[in-house]
Nanobody, 125 residues
Framework: QVQLVESGGGLVQAGGSLRLSCAAS????????MGWFRQAPGKEREFVAA????????YYADSVKGRFTISRDNAKNTVYLQLNSLKPEDTAVYYC??????????????????WGQGTQVTVSS
């Protein structure tokens, strides 16, 4: 069982930056692939980024590639998402998720077993 708690969301102007954090409970955090997803009002939850259990591989949605960076610190049981050059279309609730070892290779929500409660990111134009 893994419990996830996101933080770091907020209101920012277009072009600005935010750093999201996701703190995980449980001693097996380092064995999970971790992902970030987002959901805007009236839209389906979509994949943003994912990272392998050891941080050795990362995977990004085309819409955020070059602007967002996912990283993790297994000693702190935490995964991060650095959001740079934010656009109004990045506005959404951002969720972190934990999945089996190779979940990071797929953008499908079904590959992830545990989810946080989400943190709101709002980008003003």
């Amino acid at each position: 069982q893994v419990q996830l708690v996101e933080s770091g969301g907020g209101l920012v102007q277009a072009g600005g930056s935010l750093r999201l954090s996701c703190a995980a409970s449980g001693r097996t955090f380092s064995t999970y692939a971790m992902g970030w997803f987002r959901q805007a009002p009236g839209k389906e939850r979509e994949f943003v980024a994912a990272i392998r259990w050891n941080g050795g591989s990362t995977y990004y949605a085309d819409s955020v590639k070059g602007r967002f960076t996912i990283s993790r610190d297994n000693a702190k049981n935490t995964v991060y998402l650095q959001l740079n050059s934010l656009k109004p279309e990045d506005t959404a609730v951002y969720y972190c998720a934990a999945g089996e070892a190779y979940a990071y290779t797929s953008p499908r929500t079904q590959r992830y077993d545990y989810w946080g409660q989400g943190t709101q990111v709002t980008v003003s134009s």
